[in-house]
């Protein structure tokens, strides 16, 4: 059978594995079944993962921590073949430490008392370093520098999912009416389905941002949860930082009346193509629109782990736009300051100078 | 992409103490040996540490491995066999074995962004994939995603070329199949009637 010969000789050629005959066997093929042509392009092109992406540098410096421990012993076991041994392990250590971008993960368990919920994981990100997880409802999270994600080791089942976050994490939230999901900040909490979007609550940051990329959230203000916002994909919320702990006063006083606080909705901000400045991040993009060199210098310090000062104060007032696909520092600060509206130099401790 | 001439030249030197080598050969097929084992052990926390274990077993026995004739199949068999270990221990099964694989770790798809295809063209080859059996799943994403030949996957998976050249045309058709029903509908009836 025609049919069953070509999709036999499309799995070969997929595989590499046509002979020369086969090859002018699936030419004339085609001929007779152009339709398959368009099938056949599709498979020759790179099929990408679906389930999971990954960032091999931070595996790599992950692993290499691992293999620096399992190898001390090893080593003073090798003891009697001196020097070039030693002159490896030194290398092992100088590769690993040259890595610095390495992923501390701290993965504790918070043991709780007896009737509090289930036990607490917590995934913790530095400076410098990003990570990804998924919970155990499948549900992906990027966790962005800087962060903390609180969540349970298991999801009860007909209970509300809740997750505590401090700083910057992109949910990909697995749906399930049945267990709405929660990702509580200090500045609000958000009700969810299923859906895809951004938070950002740094503590040390005075406005705090919940940005939808898919799907729809509720944004709930206060503790009673009577102050609620609905939010549309291509929507970002921001609120003031604190504004959860007072709200509970405000209501009160208020009451059926609408909070008097700065809370306000604006559309995503696309850089170029299907780049956003809100989840450029995830992808290990780091993105932003005219934006003061003072913010672009603090997403620096937090993206790569390195201090940056300003020593003309003028500077911090200058607007830049730019997507880098973050190779080092060195490169995005050379790029910004080939615009000739700044100098920078790095002093004996590694600290970066504006001029 | 996996160039077997480049992989086998970077272990190579890695038999020979070149640090930046062993580097290059674990960034080059972290992922894949990643997605491999997390279809078997299910969970992509455990097989991260599976492939890190594999990889330290080489730098400690690199002086022993400069035989290995395909190193690519030696660190595939390497992680299949932790990873049956890994789940042996976790879940304290008997026989630990490759009958029950978790395939949403295998899956891929045509990349939507190329513009080639839309998300829902894209959407209905997943599914299509997802309705094959999960070796056969295995089989595909090996050979189209990973790049193995037909004997690298047989001596991985201890079965014959043949086998894998049968499996592959299955998912071939399969897919095809999916695509080909959102070409026309109509167009596709006949063809599935003209198949069955």
Known sequence: ?355 | MRNNEQIRSLFERVCQDDMRAYNELYLALCKQLLHFSAAIVSSFHLAEEVVSDVFIMIWQKRHQLAHVQNPAVYLYVATKNYSLNTLQQQKRHLHASLELLDTSALLIAPDAESGMISAEVSQKIEAAIRSLPARCQLIFRLVKHDQLSYREVAELLNISPKTVDAQLTIAVKKVTQAVRFDLSGELAQSYLHLDS
């Open chain 1, 1 to 355: 059978m025609d049919q069953e010969r070509l999709y036999h000789l499309l799995a070969r050629e997929i595989a590499n594995e046509l002979t020369h005959a086969e090859t002018e066997e699936l030419q004339q093929l085609l001929q007779h079944h152009p339709h398959a042509s368009y099938i056949r392009e599709l498979f020759t092109r790179q099929w990408e993962e679906v389930s999971q992406q990954e960032y091999p540098q931070q595996m790599l410096a992950k692993h290499l921590q691992r293999l620096e421990q399992a190898a001390a012993p090893e080593e003073e076991a090798e003891e009697p073949v001196a020097t070039s041994g030693r002159r490896l392990w030194l290398r092992i250590v100088a590769a690993a430490a040259s890595l610095a971008i390495i992923a501390v993960v701290g993965w504790k368990l918070l043991y709780r008392p007896a009737t509090a919920p289930p036990p607490q994981e917590q995934l913790v990100t530095t400076k410098g370093t990003r990570s990804k997880l998924v919970l155990p409802d499948g549900t992906r999270v990027w966790l962005n520098a800087g962060s903390k994600l609180d969540y349970p080791k298991t999801f009860a089942v007909d209970q509300q999912r809740i997750v505590r976050l401090e700083g910057e994490a992109f949910f990909d939230v697995t749906t399930d009416a049945a267990r709405p999901f929660r990702v509580q900040t200090r500045s609000f909490t958000i009700l969810v389905l299923g859906t895809s979007f951004n938070v950002r609550a740094y503590p040390e940051e005075d406005s705090a941002v919940t940005s939808l990329v898919q799907g729809a959230v509720q944004v709930q203000l206060d503790k009673a949860g009577k102050q609620l916002v609905a939010l549309h994909p291509n929507e970002k919320l921001t609120v003031p930082a604190n504004l959860f702990e007072q709200s509970e006063e405000l209501v009160k006083e208020s009451d059926t009346k609408k909070l008097q606080v700065p809370v306000y909705k604006q559309p995503l901000t696309q850089v170029r193509d299907s780049v956003l400045t809100e989840t450029a991040w995830v992808t290990n993009k780091l993105a932003f629109k005219h934006l003061e060199l003072e913010k672009v210098t603090a997403m620096l310090e937090q993206w790569y782990g390195v201090e940056i000062g300003f020593r003309n104060e003028q500077r911090k007032q200058l607007y830049f736009t730019g997507v880098f696909d973050t190779g080092n520092v060195d490169n995005v600060l050379e790029a910004l300051a080939s615009t000739n509206s700044f100098t920078y130099i790095k002093d004996a401790n590694g600290k970066i100078w504006i001029e």
